[in-house]
Structure formats: structure tokens, C-alpha cells
């Protein structure tokens, strides 16, 4: 092609203007944007309702709902936080950084791009409507299993339940379209020059990750699907009544949802080499060791499941394989660290808002990682389990490993995406408020779960006031800080400062020589690697 | 940034008062089994270790942080990864102890753990089996003293204090009307099940948390050391009253527990004997109401009028108005005695929870109270007749 034609190709299409485009774009870029911003407001939709459960929880006793609205809202807490907005902003990335960082003009299947994207908004309805329709009198609500939706209780359940089902459903294909979207992406669309292990390291990572939600997500509408039969056509895949097992279904279940925490996380620890080079003004250190755990990290993804539920009990075999496997996950997640600290080591570090996030999250996501390793010991698990120790560990990995590298993540291609540089000052606010009021509502919960404060429940014993009054109170802090997140992605997207093409000094890697908002066609003219 | 110190300073003075007045726990409670000495020292040491770790990166990241800074005019290297063989062999020492950490240091004593938790049989001297219901533990124990003895054990802890309508009590929420009773320094083989969902058995001071599955057997084990009272909670979501089925055991010794044992039974064979007496209606009623209001009104709610469309309205309800028997004397299907003992759907089985008794009293109170009035009575001996 030659640059002249490239040139004329630019730009010129006859794009439908308005919502019509929004519905009908192919463009990586726009559908990108879209995930981001859909993930967004499920943040807040998820966050609201776990502030009204934490309101809740202030104070022994019912003061604001019953307990079946409680059950209700901390399961779909979960599904909204997870499905609606830690996937979605990994995807969105994903959209906008890879035809970027290989070198490639879109996405290789653009059509089912935009279709990924489009089924995110009737499944997020899907999830909400139960509560509404309660409104209204039809039905109780949404479902009150939890996210797991553990048998027999799902069976149990109303419409919410079936509600749900579908909406799992429909976010699995959802993320298997993007999946297979990445994967072919990856494989036939990078610059000549760039082979597989010269490939940035967020391509990397969201190839084991495309592979994991391709081998697991069917799991997971499979067994949906076994609970939908079980509550509607008589069949007994978990009722033991009829010969079935209640158990069977924690294990297809944990067969998707472990590999899922890796889904989540690998996306983030994929762009966080990026962040602290750019900041550091250093190479990404080791980036061979880097690759290989991440592949290691995946395959051990897919066989340690039943870790999630030592208590319900196995044979001494099971536990101490179990056990051990999920013990050598630390191997290869201790090479990554490593790796990220030897980037900072001797580097020339200035400390703008994503790199403020970046090292916030090593320290504060370690501590998720140590506290997981704890967890796999089958005893102490025992008392761990199910209490709100738990429960704050996975905060560390979600919250803190999740959201807040995903922040780090905006903040970082904010500037990119837009074309405008944020405000460093509200960045910074940002980062600090969410850091302390974050640990300030997790580090509590610790404590409660060790004292023997059992999670999801709405009212508790008189010696856990005292924290959970602590961690409501950092709770409410924590969320009120994201109003500044908001804001400042909005005040950025508006205009403000012009970032340049290269944006942050140290910043590397070819999405970096484009201009800032990229071309609508990314690259026009092939780059070549050397 | 002012801001940002008074933020500070109001949180540090915040934190500080609260923990003067509070009387904090920081770890698990005291352990009494073996088990939960076990598990406290596996956990302490497994804290240790991983704080330690945690300490050590930290520390290097900040001296990083606070050293190799551009306002510092640090010139940063270029190094991509370790390329001399002593660097090579350098950084395959933290990767040489983290495997030592964890299969050995960690794993080891783990192993063990798991080899002491498992071990439910060797030397049981009682078995007592563990049934959760939505939302009460039943407990039966299988033999020596108090073999044949069963009951229900509910929440104790008034509705009022939990919609605080009054004040909460000190063991608020962790209270029951039947504790399970135990004798100290005997090994206990728990064996647990449940009718319905699945629940989990959990005592913090015993170390021990294992689930209760419909349909199947799960057991664990305990050894109480020491005499004392012992609270603790169901943790596997289980619906609406999930937070609201505690667990208390009372650990006494062996005389107290024979003692106890004998007392139960007898209590046990007059009830039992009271289902072969003939009952007034008002006495049913009586009785109903006590039976109604311990195991019904959390779902169909105090006055009878339900939560709709889960929990359905006893009054002028189809069943509860409704014929029990039909022309041949066979209770209907069904029917209100049909639904109680057997159960349906979201409504559990009473037949192995309640007597006679009790299941023919509920019937009456509620067929002649909650704004229905049937007029009927059923007797206990009818019930009896009707399990055969």
C-alpha cells in the first residue's frame, strides 16, 4: 500500500454520526473507549451497593435492610465488579493497546468486536433488573446465592437466579468473542519484525489470558446451565436426593472461577513492565523470565482449584496436592515481582500519578499475594475460610491487585487516548486518598476474620463493632475518592494541557510514536522491527 | 496538601481512641483442641514468615524509591537482566528460598496438619452427629451415656434486640436455646449432614470448620482441654438467616455429662409420653404458639402474614384452612400435616426436627390462631399415627 493511498484511506470513511455510530463502529479504538467507560459506571454501580452493605455493617443489628436484600446485594456486588468491571476495562485495554503495540490497524475481527462489546449492556441489565422488578412487585429480587452461586442454595432461589444464569451466559460469550479476537490478533496481525518473543509484554499476558477464558468460560455456562435445568426441568446434576452431587458443582465452578482471578490480574500484571520503565527510565528487566511465568502462571492457574474449598471436605491426597500446587503458584508470581522491583532498582524514577499507582500496587497487591499463600495451608484454612479474612485478602488481589492497576493503567494511556493531559494534582489526591482508605477498610478485616466474624452475614456479634465501624467509615472514604477519579477522566476527555505523542519521557514502545489521540486507523503504513 | 494533614491527624486520633476503649482481638481466639493449637501455631508461624518476606522487599524497594530518583540526578542503568554468571547465580538464590519456604518451612509443618485434622477415628470415645436446617443446628448423639438423645438448637436472641428495638444482650447473636453439651478430654467424632442447603460448622476455638452437605457425611473432630462455654457460627451462606444460626457448646466434665445425660432423657420420655395424652385445644394453642414462633415466624413472620412470594401467608392460606384427612383417615397430600412433615420446595421437613407434640400443637395454632379459625384439633397421637 502505498503512503499516498494510505493517507487518502485515513479518515475519510462516511461514519455514521451520533449513537449511531457508537452502535455500529468497528473501530478498536471506539470499542475500546466503550469497555472503559462501561466499566466504569459498573464500578460505581458496584461500588454504591457495597457501600450500602457496609452501611449496614456499621453497627450491630438491621438498620437499613433484611437480610435477604443484604444476600442480594453482596452476590451481585461481586458478579458486577467482577464481570461488569475489572474484565471489561482489561478488555478495553486490550482494544486499544494491542493493534497499537504490534503494530497492527485494528483489531482482526472488527464485526465481532463490536458485537463483544454490545452484549455487555443487556447482561449488565440482565444482573440489575431482578432489583428493580422487586420494585414493582414481581419476583424478590436479585439472586442471594453470592457470586458462587453454590448449590443447593441456587436452586433454592427466585428469578433472580435464572436472571443471572443468563446474564453469565451471556457476558461468556461476550468475553470468548474477545478472546478469540485477541488470539487471532496476535497470531496473524503483528509488524513484520516483531515475532512472539519480542512482542510487549501486555500482548503476552493477554494471550494466556485469552486462552485461560477460552478453556474455562464454557466450564462455567456448563454448569450454570446444569443449575437452570436442575431448577426448571426436574433434572438432579446437584441434588443428591436424585443421585447428584452439591459438590460437583463447587468443582466446575472453581475450574472457571480460579483460572478467573488470573483473567483479571494477568491483563494488569501484562502493561505494569510498561509503567516502570516509562517512570523508571530503565528497560524492562528480564523480559524472558517475565514471558515464561506468565505462561506458568496460567497452566498452574488450571489445577488448583479445589483450594477454594478445603472445608468441604476431600481425601488427605486431594488436600496435600491442592495445597502444594497452590504453594507453587508463589514461584512464578515471586519471579514477576522480582522483575518489577529490578526494573526500579537503579533506575531514574520520577513519580507521576500512574507510577504512583504502579508501585502502590506492588506493595499493596504483595500483600495479597502473601496472604494467599498463607491460604493454602489446609488448617489454618480451616479458620480462614469463609471468615473475613477472606475477605479482605481477595480485596488486596481485586481491589488492590485489580482496580487499582487498572487506575495506574488509565492514568498511564489516559493522556494517549485522549490526546489531553489529566490533572497531576487531583492524580495524586486520587492515589493517596484510595491507598490509605483502602488499607484502612481491608486491614480491619483481618482482624475480624480472625476473631471468627464469618463473611455475608448482615448483623454480628457485639466484640466485632469496633472494626467494622473502622472499615465502614475508610469504606465511605474510599469511595467518595473515586468521585475524583471521575472527574479527572472526564475534565481529561474535555480537553485540558496537549500531550504530546510520546507523552511521558521515558515511554517506550510504538504506541508511543503515534500521535496523541492516535490516527482513526492506528498505523497506516506498517512499522517495521528491527 | 493541608487537607491531607488534618486527614491524617483526625484518623491517627480516631484510631488511637477507639483502640483505648476497645478490647481488640488480633489473632484467632484461645485454642482448646489440640487441633487449635495446632492450627494457631502453624498460623503464628506461617504470620512470621510471610512478614518477614514482606518486610525485606519492602525495605529494598524503598531504599529504590528514595535513592534512584531523577530529582537526585540518578542516571539509570540499562541493565535488562542478569547477564554475568554470578548474577545469574544470584538471582536463583531468593527463587532457592522460596522453595525452601514453601515445601519445606511451610509445607512440612502443613502436611502435618492436615494429617492431625483428618484423623477423626483413632481413639473416638463418642460420636455425635451434626445436622443443619435452615436456620438451626439439630445434634444427636450416637452413643455411650447420652446415646439416643436429640434435639433442636435455635437462636435464642430476641427479634427486638436484632431490629434494635432493645438492647443487645452480651452474647448477642452467639446465644441458643439448647447448647450442645460436651465432656472435656474425650476425642468427639462429629459427623454432619444437612436436610437442605449446604452450612458449615464452625467453633474458632476449636479449629475446626468443616461443611454440612445435604445428602452426604462430612466429619471432623474435637478435644476439648478445657471447661467453658463456646460460641461460634454457621459460615457457608445459607439464605436469609445465614448470620442468625450460631453454634454454643458447652464444654463440662465427664460427671456434669453423665448427669446431664440423664436429665435429658427423662425430659425426653415425658415428652415423648405427653404424645399419648389426650390435649385440649387450648393447651395445643398454647403450646403452638411457642413452637411457632422458635421455628416458623422467621420465614411466615410472627403475625402469619409471610414475605410473599418466597415465604407465603399462613393466614387464610389454602393448606392451613384446608381438610387434613381424608374419607379413608390417611392424612391428604398436600395437606397442612402433609407440607409439615415432609416439607416442599423452599419449606424444610419437620418430621425429624419436631415430636409429636410439637407438630400437632403447631397445626392447631396455626389453623386457630393467625387470623384463621378452622375450629379443628389435632391430636399428638394422631401425628404419631400418621409418621407410620
Not at chain 1, 480 to 491: C, D, G, V, W
Not at chain 1, 501 to 511: K, S, T
Request: glycine residues 8%.
Amino acid at each position: 500500500m502505498s503512503t499516498k493511498a494510505a493517507v487518502h484511506h485515513d479518515d475519510h470513511h462516511d461514519h455514521p454520526k451520533g449513537m449511531k455510530h457508537w452502535f455500529t463502529t468497528t473501530n478498536h479504538k471506539d470499542i475500546g473507549s466503550m469497555y472503559l467507560i462501561f466499566s466504569l459506571i459498573m464500578f460505581f454501580i458496584g461500588g454504591l451497593m457495597i457501600l450500602a452493605v457496609r452501611a449496614e455493617l456499621f453497627q450491630p443489628g438491621l438498620q437499613l435492610m433484611q437480610p435477604e436484600f443484604y444476600n442480594q446485594l453482596i452476590g451481585n456486588h461481586a458478579l458486577i465488579m467482577i464481570f461488569g468491571a475489572l474484565m471489561p476495562a482489561a478488555t478495553g485495554f486490550a482494544n486499544w493497546m494491542i493493534p497499537l503495540q504490534i503494530g497492527a490497524p485494528d483489531m482482526a475481527l472488527p464485526r465481532i468486536n463490536n458485537w463483544g462489546f454490545w452484549l455487555l449492556p443487556p447482561a449488565a441489565l440482565l444482573l440489575i433488573l431482578p432489583f428493580i422488578l422487586a420494585l414493582f412487585g414481581v419476583g424478590d429480587g436479585a439472586a442471594g446465592a453470592g457470586w458462587t452461586f453454590y448449590t443447593p442454595l441456587s436452586i433454592q432461589g427466585g428469578i433472580g437466579v435464572d436472571f443471572a444464569i443468563f446474564a453469565i451466559h451471556t457476558l461468556g460469550i461476550s468475553s470468548i468473542l474477545g478472546s478469540i479476537n485477541v488470539i487471532v490478533t496476535i497470531f496473524n496481525m503483528r509488524a513484520p519484525g516483531m515475532t512472539l518473543m519480542k512482542m510487549p509484554i501486555f500482548a503476552w499476558a493477554w494471550l494466556v489470558t485469552a486462552f485461560l477464558l477460552v478453556a474455562t468460560l464454557p466450564v462455567l455456562a456448563g454448569a450454570v446451565t446444569m443449575i437452570l435445568t436442575d431448577r426448571h426441568f426436574g433434572t438432579h446434576f446437584f441434588d443428591a436426593a436424585g443421585g447428584g452431587d452439591p459438590i460437583l458443582y463447587q468443582h466446575l465452578f472453581w475450574f472457571f472461577a480460579h483460572p478467573e482471578v488470573y483473567i483479571v490480574l494477568l491483563p494488569i500484571w501484562g502493561f505494569m513492565p510498561d509503567i516502570l520503565q516509562t517512570f523508571s527510565r530503565k528497560p524492562v528487566f528480564g523480559y524472558k523470565a517475565q514471558v515464561y511465568s506468565l505462561i506458568a502462571i496460567g497452566v498452574l492457574a488450571l489445577v488448583v482449584w479445589a483450594h477454594h474449598f478445603f472445608t468441604a471436605g476431600m481425601p488427605i491426597p486431594a488436600l496435600a496436592y491442592f495445597m502444594y500446587a497452590t504453594m507453587s503458584i508463589s514461584l512464578p508470581l515471586a519471579v514477576l515481582f522480582f522483575c518489577w522491583i529490578a526494573n526500579l532498582w537503579k533506575g531514574s524514577m520520577t513519580f507521576e500519578t500512574p507510577m504512583l499507582f504502579a508501585i502502590g500496587w506492588i506493595i499493596i497487591f504483595g500483600v495479597g499475594g502473601l496472604t494467599g499463600l498463607v491460604l493454602a495451608d489446609v488448617a489454618a484454612d480451616a479458620q480462614y475460610h469463609h471468615s473475613y479474612f477472606v475477605v479482605a485478602h481477595f480485596h488486596y488481589t481485586f481491589f488492590a491487585g485489580g482496580m487499582m492497576g487498572i487506575m495506574a493503567g488509565v492514568y498511564y494511556w489516559l493522556p494517549k487516548m485522549t490526546g489531553y493531559m489529566f490533572s497531576e494534582k487531583l492524580g495524586k489526591l486520587h492515589f493517596w486518598l484510595t491507598a490509605i482508605s483502602f488499607n484502612l477498610t481491608f486491614i480491619p478485616q483481618f482482624f475480624l476474620g480472625l476473631a471468627g466474624m464469618p463473611r455475608r452475614i448482615p448483623d454480628y456479634a457485639l466484640q466485632f463493632s469496633e472494626f467494622n465501624a473502622i472499615s465502614t467509615v475508610a469504606a465511605f472514604v474510599l469511595g467518595l475518592s473515586q468521585l475524583i477519579f471521575a472527574y479527572n477522566i472526564i475534565k481529561c476527555m474535555r480537553g485540558g494541557k496537549k500531550a504530546t505523542g510520546q507523552v511521558w519521557e521515558g515511554a517506550r514502545g510504538l504506541e508511543w510514536t503515534l500521535s496523541s489521540p492516535p490516527p482513526y486507523h492506528s498505523f497506516t503504513k506498517q512499522p517495521t522491527i528491527k | 496538601m493541608q487537607f491531607l494533614n488534618k486527614l491524617f491527624i483526625g484518623l491517627f486520633l480516631t484510631l488511637t481512641s477507639l483502640g483505648a476503649l476497645a478490647d481488640f482481638s488480633w489473632n484467632f481466639p484461645t485454642p482448646v483442641t489440640p487441633m487449635a493449637l495446632d492450627t494457631l501455631h502453624v498460623h503464628n508461624k506461617f504470620m512470621v514468615i510471610i512478614m518477614i518476606i514482606f518486610v525485606v522487599v519492602l525495605s529494598i524497594m524503598i531504599y529504590s524509591i528514595f535513592t534512584h530518583r531523577k530529582s537526585k540526578g540518578y542516571k539509570a542503568s540499562k541493565a535488562t537482566g542478569p547477564s554475568t554468571k554470578s548474577q545469574i547465580i544470584w538471582t536463583m538464590v531468593p527463587f532457592g528460598i522460596l522453595l525452601y519456604i514453601d515445601f519445606i518451612l511451610m509445607g512440612i509443618p502443613a502436611f502435618h496438619s492436615i494429617v492431625l485434622m483428618e484423623d477423626t477415628k483413632t481413639n473416638a470415645e463418642m460420636v455425635v452427629k451434626v445436622t443443619g436446617y435452615q436456620w438451626r443446628w439439630q445434634y444427636e448423639y450416637m452413643d455411650g451415656d447420652a446415646k439416643g438423645i436429640k434435639f433442636v438448637s435455635n437462636l435464642s436472641t430476641p427479634q427486638d434486640q436484632i431490629d434494635n428495638k432493645a438492647p443487645k444482650g452480651k452474647d448477642y447473636l452467639l446465644e441458643v436455646d439448647n447448647r450442645l453439651v460436651l465432656p472435656v478430654d474425650k476425642k468427639v467424632r462429629i459427623l454432619l449432614t444437612s436436610s437442605d442447603v449446604i452450612h458449615n460448622w464452625w467453633v474458632p476455638a476449636f479449629g475446626s470448620a468443616r461443611d454440612a452437605i445435604p445428602g452426604f457425611l462430612r466429619e471432623t473432630w474435637v478435644k476439648i482441654e478445657k471447661p467453658g462455654t463456646y460460641r461460634g457460627q454457621c459460615k457457608e451462606l445459607c439464605g436469609k438467616g445465614h448470620g442468625f444460626m450460631p453454634v454454643v457448646v458447652d464444654a463440662v466434665s465427664e460427671k456434669e455429662f453423665k448427669a446431664w445425660a440423664q436429665d435429658q432423657k427423662t425430659k425426653l420420655a415425658a415428652a415423648n409420653a405427653g404424645a399419648d395424652k389426650q390435649w385440649t385445644k387450648d393447651e395445643l394453642i398454647a403450646k403452638g404458639k411457642e413452637v411457632y414462633l422458635k421455628n416458623c415466624s422467621v420465614c411466615h413472620q410472627p403475625g402469619g402474614q409471610g414475605l410473599p412470594p418466597t415465604f407465603p401467608a399462613l393466614t387464610g392460606s389454602k393448606i392451613a384452612n384446608g381438610p387434613i384427612f381424608g374419607a379413608d383417615g390417611k392424612y391428604l397430600k398436600d395437606s397442612h400435616l402433609d407440607r409439615i412433615l415432609n416439607g416442599k420446595g423452599v419449606m424444610p421437613a419437620w418430621k425429624a426436627v419436631l415430636n409429636d407434640t410439637d407438630i400437632a400443637a403447631v397445626i392447631v395454632y396455626e389453623r386457630n390462631g393467625l387470623g384463621n379459625s378452622v375450629g379443628d384439633v389435632l391430636q399428638p397421637s394422631q401425628v404419631k399415627a400418621a409418621r407410620q
